[in-house]
């Protein structure tokens, strides 16, 4: 049997096999000569995992007990470190104390990391607790706080106003723990402190 018979009784066979041979040959071309892919040119933060829009958030400690509340106009969730960031956050912090009211306050920005271990208040800071027994309101007036809700302890660099009752302290820098009312003020502080009522 000629080459030629053999092509013209299988022909069905010959023409898938050319056919084949011709899709890789094409496709090998097509590898050799195509331009590069284009690498991402996208420069900017990373896409939110999801956004709530008037959000509120709750967040306790090991033992159960609410470490802290933060409640805003919106929300985002980013997808690579899984952070919060929050527009206007209005937030509290419960007092480890029976009887002791939880500090209260506002930021213009804030973030919170993964595990809500780690507060950023950014812009201006306002803090309050009001009065109870024989303890008077205290306001606090400062900006770009770090705080560590679970622990109620917080810090800034910048300037600091405390007033609690007739009592005025001020200071850059500041360091503070909300459970045992300590506050420190790192430099240039001043205070205003009235003589005590005596008690009749």
Known sequence: MSLRDY???????????????????????????????????????????????????????????????????????????????????????PSKKPGVPAWQGESVYGWVDKSGTLLKLQGQVYMHRPAYGDTAQAELHTSEVTAWPKENRMETAEAATMTQGDTTMRGIGMRANLTDNHLELLDDSHGSFPPRKRKS
Do not use: H, M
Not at 31 to 46: D, Q, R
Not at 47 to 71: A, T
């Open 7 to 93: 092509f013209r009784d299988n022909r069905l066979q010959v023409g898938i096999v050319v056919l084949g041979v011709a899709l890789v040959a094409t496709q090998l071309l097509r590898w050799w000569i195509a331009p590069e892919p284009k690498a991402n040119e996208f420069v900017g933060p990373p896409r939110s995992g999801y956004s709530l829009i008037n959000f509120k958030g709750f967040v306790y400690d090991q033992e159960g007990l609410p470490s802290f509340r933060v409640y805003g106009p919106r929300l985002d969730r980013r997808e690579g470190d899984e952070s919060l960031y929050i527009d206007q956050p209005r937030f509290e912090l």
